[in-house]
Structures are given as C-alpha cells and as structure tokens.
C-alpha cells in the first residue's frame, strides 16, 4: 500500500472545515476510555475493557440496531462483576436512550487506536483541503456527513445481523477520496511506496485513489485478507462511490491543478514535498 504525503495541489481558502474534523477526531479519541493509552488501542485490563464496551455501546453504530431497530435490554454498566466463569463486565438496563440514526453521526468520530486515527486524518488532511475549496464550507461538510450516513447504511445493510460496532471516519473520508479521483485526477500526489525502503514518488492522482479503492474493493469480497471483518472495507466502497456520484456534476467546472515540474522521483524532488 502507497502512504500518500502531500499533493500538487493548492487550494484558494483555509479548509476550515477540514480542520475543525480533524480537531474533533482528534479530542473524541483522547476523551474514548483506555484507547489512547495504548498505540494499538488495545485495553489493558478487565476495568478498561468494561468502561470501553460500556462506552461503545452507547455512542457506536451498530447495524442490528440501525436497521432492524433491534435495540438491547441489557448492556455493559463500565463495572467489573465477578460471576461463575470469573471476572467480566456487569450488564444492565441502559441508564439512556439511544437513537440508531443519530449513533452514525457519533461513529464517524469514534477510532480504535492510533494507527486507526492517525491513518484517517492523514489522507483527510491531503484531500480534504481541496474539496473543501470546491464545495465551499457548508457544502462540505454535508458532503462529508453524507458520504458518512451512506457507507454507514451500505455496510449495515450487508451485515444487518451484527451486533459488533462500526466506528471510524474511513467511511466519510472515503468519500472525499472518490470526489478527489473525479474533480482532480490529474493531480500529483507525494507517495511513499515500501520497497526495502520508503521510496517517494510522484504520481497522477488517478493512480494513488484508484488503486486505494481496488484494494479496497478486492478486500471487501474477503480476498486477500484473513481477517476481513475488523476492517470496514464495504463502507469504504459505498463512501467512495458515493463521492464519485456527489462531485460528478461539479467536474466540469473544477479548474485543473497546476502542472508540476522537475522529477517524478528521486533526492532532487525532496524539497518539493
């Protein structure tokens, strides 16, 4: 996988919008319990756990709930109990009342670590300023929510029996992705491609977003990964289809990115990035 770093291409205004995503994103994930303590976001004890899942019940998308309204009678209180089979989390009537639909909005803020995050906000950071500029502010953010709401339906309606939860901004992103591919494919972007070492090359846009959604694509039948379920992939499809399809129309009008010069790669094109 290419790990994009920066693009050739400025925008006309401050993507504030943009940054005030990655702001929340990032306070939302230092306010989760036990998850930025720990580089993987893994928990580190029964007590962490507990107050984790409490946590996720109440604020994650769950696709039994957002599509069969099917919600529970019992969840995790945060406490640590001890029963019959050991120690575990005490569950309990939930002390509130939560909304399936609202719970999309408040997933897309929601990470599981820091790789999960920090992954997110970087290719938001790249694209995101961009189609911020084209849409105007207020645009964009609709279009992010709804590229949001639309990966959130699209992989609960594939998995409409899970119960696990849905979190992270990846659909929403995704989105931004596939406007970027159809408003500015021409557009070069700064890559990093593992080869022995991180060698950094510059490359259509079309290339980097393509071949980020084929993966994606090919992931989401299950092929080539063992373990397909703990990543969203079919939310990333829906996302970025969904970005295709909104920026679509505004193709016409984009103005092209400026045309790079000098090489495509190699230690003359560092200072460049």
């Known amino acids: 996988m290419v790990i994009p770093v920066h693009d050739v291409n400025p925008a006309r205004r401050t993507p504030y919008v943009t940054y005030v995503l990655i702001a929340a994103n990032l306070v939302v994930f230092l306010a989760t319990p036990g998850v930025a303590s720990s580089l993987t976001g893994e928990s580190g004890g029964p007590a962490q756990l507990c107050h984790l899942q409490a946590f996720l019940d109440h604020w994650a998308l769950v696709p039994r709930e957002l599509i069969h309204g099917q919600l529970p009678t019992s969840v995790p209180t945060g406490a640590v109990g001890v029963g019959s089979g050991g120690r575990g989390c005490v569950v309990g009537p939930p002390g509130y009342d939560k909304s399936p639909q609202l719970s999309v909005l408040t997933a897309m803020f929601l990470h599981g670590g820091w790789v999960h995050l920090l992954g997110n906000m970087l290719f ?150």
């Open 124 to 273: 938001l950071m790249i694209f995101g300023n961009n189609i911020e500029d084209r849409l105007g502010h207020i645009r964009y953010a609709l279009f992010y929510v709804a590229c949001g709401y639309a990966a959130a339906y699209g992989f609960a309606l594939v998995n409409s029996d899970s119960g696990d939860p849905l979190i992270g901004a990846s659909g929403a992103i995704a989105g931004v992705l596939g406007a970027y591919l159809v408003l500015y494919p021409r557009a070069r972007v700064w890559v990093l491609v593992p080869f022995l070492i991180f060698l950094p090359l510059r490359l259509p846009a079309w290339i980097v977003l393509g071949f980020w959604f084929g993966l994606q694509a090919v992931y989401s039948s299950g092929t080539g990964v063992s373990r397909a379920g703990t990543v969203a992939y079919v939310a990333h499809v829906v996302g970025f289809l969904t970005g295709m399809l909104l920026a679509w129309p505004l193709r016409r009008g984009t103005p092209p990115p400026p045309e790079p010069r000098g090489l495509l790669w190699g230690r003359r094109a560092h200072h460049r990035w």
